[in-house]
């Protein structure tokens, strides 16, 4: 009886560690679809403006103010955060030049800067390649230079709402630590203009419509 009592004794502790272990291995496949992630990014790219914003008007016309825009270059930065193995909330700034095909001589161009925030769904499709959607609010100005004079006519616009809806993949790169992230948006929204040049004051209100077509490098690490 001795000797027995003392073998469960000698055992129990082993056996306790192994079930220790075997619980911590077969728990840490939850953990990691549970574990909230952020992320950190920069990305670049093209605008591509689209409707009243990319049309050519007369000029002497105040219709030709915020439009006739043409593709440009831009960049911006990103960042989210992880609210579950699907949902994310993300925020971005932009700056996008676009260039212009209207009245607006060899100075022209339009240069949008603004911010954005949403939520991102991720799409369980395939298990190397991350399809995710997403949708946003922006907040976006911009300034804008017509011809005219010599310096050119300065077009400013309040800071306004709009919104933003994206689709894209991310393709784990450096171990899994980076991913690189191919996307496309499309953003819309009205603006306020005003001329700031003007002797008689010139406001209004126009669409100022885009897609962007963007590729971007992001840091990744669980919380």
Known sequence: MIAMMARITTLGPRSLRLGMLASVFAAAPCATLQAQLFYVGVRAGAGVPT???????????????????????????????????????????????????????????????????????????????????????????????????????????????GYELGAGVDVPVLGGFFNLTPQVRRIRQKLEYEVQDSTVPIRGKKPVDYYTFDIGLRLRSPI
């Open 51 to 161: 409707g009243a914003f990319a049309d050519t008007v007369q000029s002497s016309s105040d219709d030709e103010l915020l439009s006739g825009a043409g593709p440009g270059l831009g960049y911006g930065f990103d960042a989210g955060v992880g609210l579950g193995s699907l949902l994310g909330a993300y925020a971005s700034f932009d700056r996008i030049a676009f260039g212009c095909d209207g009245e607006c001589g060899a100075r022209g161009k339009y240069t949008l800067t603004g911010y954005s925030a949403g939520v991102r769904v991720g799409i369980p499709l395939f298990p190397l390649i991350k399809p995710w959607a997403k949708a946003g609010i922006t907040l976006n100005e911009m300034e804008g230079r017509l011809s005219g004079s010599a310096d050119g006519t300065r077009v400013t616009t309040k800071r306004s709402p």
